[in-house]
């Protein structure tokens, strides 16, 4: 069953705390991307892979950093230098190349800063 | 920077009105997406338009970009309640996605 999953589904941590979000894929996709939406809003880019060992800031990076070891997992760190933490952050893959550019979307992570 | 901008905010229908979204880009995208996200969920790819003028059908919803390829739009012609969510442009550029910020619509039975 391919898909796109990310745990946990809610995370509570204490203020100054590093976290990290789990994004896992086996739809065999090069590029991943992390969002971030708050209430009321769009989602915001946070960082961006295109391939394995590279990415690329969007938006919203600071406070946050990822890694690209696998091609299956793009995992985002929450730093405590991220001054409003808590929010509902998305995990989305797609098949790089051509002109497609349907991104599958996790399940979602929301994370609560204490 | 890059903005992509979204109206209205909100639409409350009585089931059975149309309903229709806009997005206006601050410059011009290679592509754009609609995705649709319901309440508690994950945003789910709705369609991709490429062309200046496109447009594209999906039984009640109808997709248009724009000829300068700035703006587009959904409109779904008799609402029901199935519709309720939030609906999302996300414009393309060089592989980044600039999301609008959504239309959520409410549709009362």
């Known amino acids: 069953d391919g898909g796109i999953t990310q745990s946990p589904k809610y995370l509570f941590r204490k203020e100054g705390q590093n976290v990290t979000l789990s994004c896992e894929q086996n739809?065999?996709?090069?590029?991943m991307y992390w969002y971030r939406q708050d209430p009321g809003q769009g989602l915001r880019l946070i960082y961006y892979s295109q391939i394995v060992n590279d990415f690329q800031k969007g938006d919203i990076a600071e406070g946050y950093s990822v890694s690209r070891e696998k091609k299956e997992s793009f995992p985002l760190t929450v730093t405590s230098a991220q001054k409003n933490p808590t929010a509902f952050y998305l995990c989305a893959s797609r098949l790089a190349g051509g002109n497609y550019n349907e991104q599958f979307f996790g399940p979602g992570t929301r994370l609560t800063v204490l | 920077g890059q903005q992509v901008m979204q109206i209205p905010q909100y639409q409350h229908v009585q089931e059975g009105e149309d309903f229709t979204t806009y997005c206006n880009s601050s410059t011009t995208l290679s592509n754009i997406q609609w995705y649709k996200q319901r309440p508690g969920g994950h945003p789910v790819f709705l369609i991709q338009l490429v062309k200046s003028g496109e447009v594209k059908k999906q039984k009640r919803l109808t997709f248009q970009f724009g000829e300068a390829k700035k703006n587009s739009s959904l409109h779904i012609t008799a609402t029901q309640t199935t519709d309720v969510g939030t609906y999302f442009c996300a414009g393309d550029n060089f592989n980044k996605f600039y999301f609008g910020s959504g239309t959520k619509l409410n549709v009362k039975p």
């Open positions: 739809l065999n996709h090069d590029a």
